[in-house]
Nanobody, 120 residues
Framework: QVQPVESGGGLVQFGGSLRLSCAGS????????MGWFRQAPGKERELVAA????????FYADSVKGRFVISRDIAKNTVYLQMNSLKPEDTAVYYC?????????????WGQGTQVTVSS
């Protein structure tokens, strides 16, 4: 299974925007969705957003609803995360990973992720 590669992170000021890309995000056998996760220092990894392969309604964590938008380009085999109105609490390493039903991450290694830092 090809591991997807995350990119697009960086340093941005409070209220700014970034768009993350997850290239090579083809469907893992048996998976239900493709998700973006994040892990801040000292905290557990959490699901931020996910888009079902079926094209159903995406999932968003309450903390990012109304600010983040997940989308996918099937032809480019890429999933995006548009992040707007960024806050310092969005600072984290962001990862993409396929998930099973219930948005449980599939097995295998995580990628290197992409660092997002929001300054106040």
């Amino acid at each position: 299974q090809v591991q997807p590669v995350e990119s697009g992170g960086g340093l941005v000021q409070f209220g700014g925007s970034l768009r993350l890309s997850c290239a090579g995000s083809g469907r893992t056998f048996g998976s239900y969705a493709m998700g973006w996760f994040r892990q801040a220092p000292g905290k557990e990894r959490e699901l931020v957003a996910a888009v079902p392969w079926s094209g159903g309604d995406p999932f968003y964590a309450d903390s990012v609803k109304g600010r983040f938008v997940i989308s996918r380009d099937i032809a480019k085999n890429t999933v995006y995360l548009q992040m707007n109105s960024l806050k310092p609490e969005d600072t984290a390493v962001y990862y993409c990973k396929s998930t099973y039903s219930g948005y449980v991450p599939t097995g295998g290694n995580w990628g290197q992720g992409t660092q997002v830092t929001v300054s106040s």
